[in-house]
């Protein structure tokens, strides 16, 4: 089985920061991209960050400058570093891990974390 690990939430005050982690466990083989996902109250869940096997970056818009994801392969970890939080990155953020997994033979697959919960206060 897969297992992902998200740490790294709770509450901070408007521009603290904060600095999420997963790592993920089990039959994953290769991971071709790892990212942060976020649902806010009343929100869709929209992706805020994603980084890809080889080391390409992309962004939401408004965490741009802000939020910073890296991998650590060797752990087969991924990684948000998340500075001057605003209110409005209050969410459960989501780690997901997509690619090749022993499942009896190799797929591609796509695995969610359980959430973690970020809390901005003003």
């Known amino acids: 089985q897969v297992q992902l690990v998200e740490s790294g939430g709770g509450l901070v005050q408007a521009g603290g920061s904060l600095r999420l982690s997963c790592s993920s466990s089990?039959?994953?083989?290769?991971?071709?991209?790892m990212g942060w996902y976020r649902q806010g109250p009343g929100k869709q869940r929209e992706a805020v960050a994603r980084?890809?096997?080889?080391?390409?970056?992309t962004y939401l818009d408004s965490v741009k400058g802000r939020f910073t994801i890296s991998r650590d392969d060797a752990k087969n970890t991924v990684y948000l570093q998340m500075n001057s939080l605003k209110p409005e990155d209050t969410a459960v953020y989501y780690c997901?891990?997509?690619?090749?997994?022993?499942?009896?033979?190799?797929?591609?697959?796509?695995?969610w974390g359980q959430g973690t919960q970020v809390t901005v206060s003003s």
């Open positions: 089990g039959s994953i083989r290769r991971i071709n991209a």
């Open positions: 997901n891990v997509a690619g090749w997994a022993d499942v009896g033979e190799m797929r591609l697959v796509d695995y």
């Open positions: 980084i890809l096997s080889g080391g390409v970056t």
